[in-house]
């Protein structure tokens, strides 16, 4: 089993930054490929931003892209989102995830291990 625990989140005035953090713990050794998902109230999970084992790979949602970066630091099993010029659409409860080598980023489903979220508002 992996856990996954997510930090760095809070209130926010539009324009400003947050830096998001997620430290793997367990057997990290059966993941390799994380990522980055946002919830809003009412509305399904959506896809942000996901990086593969060595970093090579950052896909992003057209919606963070030029705002957003996600890196790792695989000596300290965390996962990191750093995030720009918010907006208050980014407003959500942003959740860390994981998985062995994913086939399509995106995909929800793929993912095998979650962790509780943390909470992002911006304000306007």
């Known amino acids: 089993q992996v856990q996954l625990v997510e930090s760095g989140g809070g209130l926010v005035q539009a324009g400003g930054s947050l830096r998001l953090s997620c430290v793997a713990s367990g057997n990290t050794i059966s993941i390799s490929d994380m990522g980055w998902f946002r919830q809003a109230p009412g509305k399904e999970r959506e896809w942000v931003a996901s990086i593969n084992w060595n970093g090579g790979v950052t896909p992003y949602a057209d919606s963070v892209k030029g705002r957003f970066t996600i890196s790792r630091d695989n000596a300290k099993n965390t996962v990191f989102l750093q995030m720009n010029s918010l907006k208050p659409e980014d407003t959500a409860v942003y959740y860390c995830?994981?998985?062995?080598?994913?086939?399509?980023?995106?995909?929800?489903?793929?993912?095998?291990?979650w962790g509780q979220g943390t909470q992002v508002t911006v304000s306007s």
């Open positions: 995830a994981a998985s062995r080598r994913l086939l399509n980023y995106a995909d929800v489903i793929q993912y095998a291990y």
